[in-house]
């Protein structure tokens, strides 16, 4: 059997969630707050954007989508 070196990196990329070094989830708990805020505004604006969408609606689309993304990767955590 042929023994091969393991190749070290620097980061990893795992369910979308980027780890850069092995001591801290700084920049990635940033990334995930941004993503969030910017989900959550978007979400907030929807109304606005759509006044004939029931209420019902509005909050499948956030269920849906929103909430799904804003979860994606957290299990890591």
Do not use: H
């Not at 070290?8 to 920049?27: A, D, H, Q």
């Not at 969030?36 to 979400?43: D, K, R, S």
């Not at 499948?60 to 979860?71: R, T, V």
């Amino acid at each position: 059997m042929e023994r091969q070196q393991l190749q070290l990196v620097n980061e990893i990329v795992y369910f979308g969630v980027k780890r850069e070094s092995m001591e801290s989830w700084r920049k990635q708990k940033a990334r995930s707050k941004a993503t969030g805020n910017q989900i959550l505004t978007a979400n907030d604006k929807c109304p606005k954007r759509t006044p004939n969408v029931k209420a019902d609606m509005l909050e499948n689309i956030y269920e849906f989508i929103c909430e799904s993304m804003l979860l994606y990767g957290t299990e890591m955590w």
